[in-house]
């Protein structure tokens, strides 16, 4: 019953505090005002720290990079254990009984909804695809769902398209089961919440790169480690957000529901999940989302389809290749994010009234069903099941000439502006070098130091022993070198985004036409899984550092844009309006009310560059960037785990890091992370 | 003063058409402490201190202290008082919705605080529904599937629970909007689903939780008087909570009006308002027309032999100012009468003492 008794865990033993505070407070001297900033005395703690421990260290370990002596070696270790893996798949119990059966579970259902797909045919699978997408989410989404379908096929893409949905119906239905009913622990019990928030947090911080390795440890390069990984990157935004919808029910609503005497389960069926279905469709729209884009990127374990297409082709530098099988994903991404959007804008209205009684309820879902059969029954007859082969528009050839034209006359020489190779070059030059050189530079005590002094600053202790905790962690792991590249390429990149994405979404702020003519491009930027930024800008710049930076800028930037117009249109008007009565201008509304007010936003903005710039940082080791997206990729094309593994964690103590410095306050959820 | 008011002791009201029967809730010594070792404070010599005070000894909150009071079969019960003074808490406590930290509370002679489960069920099933401030809709669902949601938790069919809503959808004169949602609704509106959802389990008791403190005053009118008429109606027991002054005048047979958990005065609006028994109440009246909530059985003074079978005749319970106007019109005395027999006379000097608020006074000097 919810009429328990509330006990706070409070001892009554703070009888006297009433009574001994406040009579010195209203005293100001200068000393006193800087004892009592918080910010003051965490940096004063911080530099009698540091006066201790950097003599030691220096006087012990004095070396730029992380000394030798304090690392431990574990890639013998972990090549035993990925031996001994290797060796036992076949007989050891708990991978016959155990993974073995997940790995087949998974293959069959793949095999299954494969097979299904196929037999629909492409008629039937286009027919089906739009009548459901009119059903939930109206007509226009349904013209989108037809054309994109359509492309799809043109382009000769039909194959791939299918194995990627197939891949990706199983792992969605999995991630929302396992993340639903995680999330419905989480919403229920207040110790399975506390249990589980730091973990999805966390989990949502780190880059998919990260998840691969583990997987491919237990299950092995093909589709099934494909899946896992998938699941394990999906699930979590769907946990998350079905607990926070549990949470966040109306409490006055359960009282009376309560009060009417419901019974516990009456309760959750009738009141509390149905007033979370707005976050719960939320959630399974997170989750394909976030399906999508490590479906695609898990083509790197042996995933097939889509994300394969793009992978091979980017590893010979196929633009026109890449594009062809680049664009199926991106239009897949935009459909299933619109039909799963607009079903959820659609819950809060009631159910439509007009139109004919067949077009509503079951009815119209017994007509969508038959048209599919038979649309279906109409192809097979008609001819393939797959696309007709006569249909495909080949685009690789045009786009690969266009490709080389760029290259021609793009990429040095423009008169002026220069060319991009020419401004890829000058970024590495001028900006990752010196940043890289001097943090390989920088002596490791005092790394550890600005991270611990950055995340005091803006966390409480425990987010600044984690960080440094995670800092220390990457030292001891023996990968300092490659994991403060990847930190100068993520600092560098970020910086570029966060000067853009500020400005722009300050000017957004202001101008409502420039808003209006953004919100489009930001939408389907948003929804791009990560991976298919790397076409364009391996077009531009080619390979190296600077396309992955660009191609983070450009991923991150639409998130930061975002929140940042955001945070400042939701500045409490009164405030502005009397700014303005004051007669303030335009520039000191602007410096001395929007973005003091607006700092949340900002920060929560930082934060997200940060963490969405790292994801694809890492992932630009498949376009040639280094450093330890590198390693993972080349531990996972040598059989190498050990190195892939070594570099996975120190993505994860990164990731860890680079959030706990920037982590604000509070969080929000965020989309495509 | 003393002899006309009688505070904490609830055995003496006037009941309208029900002397002998059995209270429906009859609470004793009822205590809900917040915090923490909250069990160990009534009964203890913290149990004396102030509010504050207990809050900075013991770190607990005392939103009901040592309430009792019974609520007789179908009257009016309003619980009155000021933000914070733990009426909410204590109408919550009637269903155990809130768990109380000790006392002791009976439904028709039945211990609320030993039912199980099934039995606390079967009660807020059956027989005491709630209205709510703040509505407490189920957004997602129909006017008439919110009207049947208490029935269909009780494992009602759908097609009498929603021919028996789409009654009560009617008598709360919400015909015409069954198929709409909570969320296109006025609340006015709103809240009659509340109350419809309320009547639809067909409860012994109503419990009213502030249901009209959302409401802007027009609708809020409206909606008591509503209220009045169910009553007029059904005759049901209904307990009710606010803390606006009218609307306890205007609905309660009696008014238990509380201050920081306790009760401070408990009585018939005319009694709250003809004898308050301390400066708090005293204050809390000052502004309310006096004329309008005393009768002349209290304005009245005995009659002369003269003056026993001569002009107009009032029933005792007319309000002062229905008998100013009588008085008016006639010019002379007006006669109090009850079953034919005389019980006083009203005059231009007593009525005018009771507008100016003299006839507390005049009763404790006599």
């Known amino acids: 019953m919810s009429a328990t008794t509330t006990r706070p865990s409070t001892d009554p033993a703070t009888e006297p505090a009433a009574g001994g505070t406040a009579p010195d407070e209203t005293r100001p001297s200068p000393l006193s005002a800087v004892v009592r900033s918080r910010a003051a005395r965490k940096l004063a703690v911080l530099v009698v720290i540091a006066a201790v421990l950097v003599p030691l260290a220096h006087a012990k370990w004095a070396s730029g990079s992380w000394p030798g002596a304090l690392t431990v070696d574990v890639s013998e270790p972990l090549g035993k254990a990925s031996d001994w893996i290797i060796d036992n798949r076949d007989s050891h119990w708990i991978f016959l009984y155990f993974f073995g059966h997940i790995s087949n579970a998974v293959i069959i259902c793949v095999r299954v909804v494969y097979v299904v797909l196929l037999t629909l045919g492409w008629a039937g699978v286009t027919a089906a695809s739009t009548l459901l997408a009119w059903r939930v989410a109206g007509v226009r989404v349904a013209v989108t769902t037809l054309v994109s379908f359509a492309v799809c096929g043109l382009l000769g893409m039909w194959v791939p398209t299918m194995q990627t949905l197939a891949l990706m119906a199983v792992a969605v239905t999995a991630s929302v089961v396992i993340g639903g009913l995680l999330g419905l622990a989480g919403g229920l019990s207040e110790r399975a919440f506390r249990a589980l928030r730091p973990i999805l947090d966390t989990m949502q911080v780190l880059p998919a790169f990260a998840y691969l390795l583990p997987v491919v440890l237990i299950f092995g390069i093909g589709v099934p480690g494909a899946v896992l990984a998938t699941v394990i990157y999906a699930a979590p935004p769907m946990a998350r957000l079905t607990a926070l919808g549990l949470r966040g029910a109306d409490a006055g609503v359960l009282e009376a529901v309560a009060s009417l005497g419901a019974t516990w389960r009456q309760r959750l069926l009738s009141a509390r999940l149905p007033l979370a279905r707005k976050e719960l469709l939320l959630g399974v729209n997170q989750t394909i989302m976030m399906a999508l884009s490590m479906a695609v990127i898990a083509s790197v374990i042996g995933g097939g389809g889509l994300g394969d297409r793009v992978y091979q082709a980017l590893s010979s530098v196929d633009v026109g290749?890449?594009?062809?099988?680049?664009?199926?994903?991106?239009?897949?991404?935009?459909?299933?994010?619109?039909?799963?959007?607009?079903?959820?804008?659609?819950?809060?209205?009631?159910?439509?009234?007009?139109?004919?009684?067949?077009?509503?309820?079951?009815?119209a879902w017994a007509g969508v069903g038959v048209i599919t059969v038979v649309v279906a029954l109409i192809g097979r007859l008609a001819g393939s099941q797959t696309w007709p082969t006569g249909w495909a528009i080949p685009i690789e050839e045009p786009v690969n000439q266009f490709k080389d034209w760029m290259v021609d006359h793009l990429y040095t020489g423009v008169p002026v502006v220069g060319g991009t190779a020419e401004w890829a070059s000058d970024y590495v030059k001028w900006i990752l070098d010196p940043l890289r050189e001097g943090l390989q530079g920088l002596p490791w005590y005092a790394v550890l130091l600005i991270v611990a002094t950055l995340a005091w600053l803006i966390g409480t202790w425990a987010t600044a022993l984690t960080a440094t905790a995670a800092m220390a962690a990457i030292g001891v792991l023996g990968v300092w070198e490659p994991s403060m590249d990847t930190l100068s390429q993520v600092l560098a990149a970020v910086f570029v985004t966060l000067v853009l994405g500020f400005a722009i979404g300050i000017a957004a702020a202001r101008s409502t036409r420039l808003e209006r003519l953004l919100r489009p491009v930001l939408d389907v930027c948003q929804t791009m899984p990560q991976f298919v930024y790397l076409i364009p800008v391996v077009a531009l710049f080619g390979v190296g550092r600077a396309p992955a930076a660009a191609a983070a800028i450009v991923y991150a930037l639409p998130a930061v844009i975002?929140?940042?117009?955001?945070?400042?249109?939701?500045?409490d008007p009164a405030a502005l309006e009397s700014a303005r009565s004051l007669g303030a201008t335009q520039g000191q509304q602007l410096r001395q009310v929007q973005l003091p007010l607006a700092r949340p936003a900002l920060l929560l903005a930082v934060n997200q560059g940060v963490v969405l710039v790292l994801a694809v940082v890492i992932i630009g080791g498949l376009v040639g960037s280094g450093a330890l997206g590198y390693d993972v990729v080349f531990g996972l094309a040598q059989g190498d785990l050990a190195t892939g593994l070594v570099a996975g964690a120190a993505i994860v103590c990164l990731g860890l890091m680079l959030d706990r410095v920037t982590q604000p306050t509070s969080r929000r959820d965020r989309k495509g992370a | 003063m003393a002899t006309t008011v009688v505070p904490e002791t609830?055995?003496?009201?006037?009941?309208?058409?029900?002397g002998e029967r059995a209270p429906v809730f009859s609470v004793r010594d009822l205590w809900k402490v917040f915090g923490p070792k909250a069990d160990r404070i009534p009964g203890s010599a913290e149990a004396e201190l102030s509010a504050g005070e207990l809050r900075a000894r013991t770190g607990c909150t005392a939103a009901v202290r040592e309430v009792s009071f019974d609520v007789q079969p179908g009257e009016v019960f309003v619980v009155m008082g000021?933000?914070?003074?733990?009426?909410?808490?204590?109408?919550?406590?009637?269903?155990?919705?809130?768990?109380?930290?000790?006392?002791?509370?009976?439904?028709?002679g039945e211990d609320v605080l030993a039912m199980d489960k099934a039995r606390l069920r079967d009660l807020r099933r059956h027989r005491a529904a709630m209205v709510f401030q703040h509505f407490g809709l189920l957004p997602h669902r129909s006017v008439l599937d919110n009207v049947a949601y208490g029935l269909e938790i009780q494992g009602v069919g759908k097609a009498e629970r929603r021919a028996k809503a789409a009654e009560v959808v009617e008598k709360v004169g919400l015909t015409g909007l069954e198929r709409r949602r909570p969320g296109q609704l006025s609340g006015g509106q709103q809240q009659r689903v509340g109350l419809a959802r309320a009547l639809a389990v067909d409860p012994e008791v109503l419990l009213f939780d502030e249901p009209f403190s959302a409401l802007d005053p027009l609708i809020r009118r409206d909606m008591q008087e509503e209220v009045i008429r169910l009553h007029h109606e059904e005759g049901r027991t209904m307990v009710f909570i606010t803390h606006d002054l009218s609307e306890a005048l205007r609905l309660g047979d009696r008014i238990m009006l509380m201050r920081d958990g306790g009760i401070v005065q408990l009585g018939t609006p005319e009694e709250i308002v003809g004898s308050p028994a301390d400066d708090y109440v005293r204050d809390f009246v000052r502004d309310v027309p006096r004329e309008q909530v005393l009768t002349v059985r209290r304005a009245m003074r005995p009659a002369t032999s003269d003056e026993q079978d001569g002009?107009?005749?009032?029933?005792?319970?007319?309000?002062?100012?229905?008998?100013?106007?009588?008085?008016?019109?006639?010019?002379?005395?007006?006669r109090v009468v009850d079953g034919g027999?005389?019980?006083?006379?009203?005059?231009?000097?007593?009525?005018?003492s009771v507008v100016a608020g003299l006839d507390g006074k005049e009763v404790a000097a006599a």
Do not use: F, Y
């Open chain 2, 311 to 334: 002009g107009p005749a009032l029933a005792p319970g007319t309000t002062v100012a229905d008998a100013i106007e009588a008085v008016a019109r006639t010019g002379g005395p007006a």
């Open chain 2, 82 to 108: 000021l933000s914070g003074s733990g009426k909410s808490t204590l109408v919550r406590c009637l269903t155990r919705l809130i768990e109380p930290t000790s006392g002791t509370l009976k439904i028709d």
């Open chain 2, 341 to 352: 027999r005389c019980l006083g006379v009203v005059d231009h000097a007593c009525l005018l």
């Open chain 1, 321 to 363: 290749k890449a594009l062809a099988a680049g664009l199926p994903i991106v239009l897949l991404a935009v459909v299933m994010d619109r039909t799963t959007a607009s079903a959820g804008e659609r819950l809060g209205e009631p159910p439509a009234e007009d139109g004919h009684r067949l077009l509503r309820g079951w009815p």
């Open chain 1, 562 to 571: 975002r929140i940042t117009t955001q945070g400042l249109r939701n500045v």
């Open chain 2, 10 to 18: 609830p055995d003496t009201p006037r009941i309208p058409e029900s």
